[in-house]
């Protein structure tokens, strides 16, 4: 089945089994001034949705019959609710509020709030859930997206270090995932992940020509990257201590050379890109 919303009051239920999507079932008045956001679960068991009057309501399929869950409705008060997601099983609903925070609910456990996360007051549009209930993505109207673990009740794998390229045609992303991510500046869109380091990655810089991305990291290796071939083409492992941050020193002639500082309180110098 499909439920439907169109900031109308009533909600509509398609078959799906039909060729012709017949329309089963309608929930007149089921948010008084209108609906903005219809979730379902994937087991087909229930579904939440939120009105622009900032209730929200769930939902249970009865034999083919959506109907009210009107007790857990009445325990999920959350009057800035926008965005919501349902956990594959239907126990976790989470969603965004107006005043930035990302709100998860035990449906389970009669609608208790489990989890507030903050997200520095900006406006969460759009939110999801990863299909174990572990993880939460939130995009948020600033641009930001924030993703959290509801295991830990922390944000994960933040970001530590930007870096556009000479051309601002690419931007290279990087941090505690471990993996650096180049993004196309115009689309938005992914462009390829650079893997290799074993720990945090903490600093990023572009060559002069765009040719060769430098990274350095917690692991204590520097690593040159070629943009073009997607690759790793020189690794320097001279510390097992942490590389705070990585320089491409101006070039001279046809050297392109870089600096390297840390943890280990000194300054490594280096005359050629892929070493030397």
């Not at 965004?96 to 925070?101: C, P, Y």
């Not at 794998?157 to 196309?184: E, M, N, T």
């Not at 600093?203 to 991305?213: A, P, R, V």
Request: charged share 20%; hydrophobic share 35%; net charge negative.
């Amino acid at each position: 089945m499909i439920i439907s919303a169109s900031g109308a009051s009533a909600l509509q239920i398609h078959s799906t089994s039909d060729a012709d999507f017949p329309l089963v079932q309608t929930i007149l008045a089921a948010h008084k001034i209108g609906c903005h956001h219809v979730v379902t679960s994937r087991n087909g068991l229930k579904a939440a949705s939120v009105g622009f009057g900032g209730e929200i309501k769930t939902w249970v399929n009865d034999d083919g019959q959506w109907c009210e869950d009107t007790a857990l409705s009445d325990a999920l008060k959350e009057p800035d609710t926008w965005a919501i997601a349902l956990s594959d099983d239907a126990r976790y609903l989470a969603g965004t509020t107006h005043n930035g925070h990302v709100k998860v609910w035990d449906l389970n456990s009669k609608g208790e709030q489990c989890r507030d996360y903050e997200t520095k007051g900006t406006f969460g549009s759009c939110i999801d859930m990863s299909s174990d209930g572990k993880y939460i993505a939130s995009g948020h109207q600033s641009g930001s997206i924030y993703m959290f673990s509801n295991e830990t009740g922390r944000l994960i794998k933040p970001v530590r270090a930007v870096a556009f390229s000479p051309g601002g045609k690419l931007l290279a992303a990087a941090g505690d995932s471990k993996v650096i991510v180049l993004y196309d500046t115009e689309s938005g869109e992914q462009v390829t992940q650079l893997t290799g380091h074993s720990a945090w990655i903490l600093s990023l810089d572009w060559s002069h020509t765009g040719e060769y991305l430098l990274s350095g990291s917690f692991d204590g290796k520097v690593k040159v990257w070629s943009v073009e071939r997607r690759a790793c083409v020189a690794t320097h492992s001279e510390t097992d201590k942490a590389v705070w941050s990585v320089k491409w020193l101006p070039k001279v002639g046809r050297t392109e050379g870089f600096a390297t500082a840390g943890a280990s309180r000194s300054i490594s110098f280096y005359r050629e890109a892929t070493g030397g």
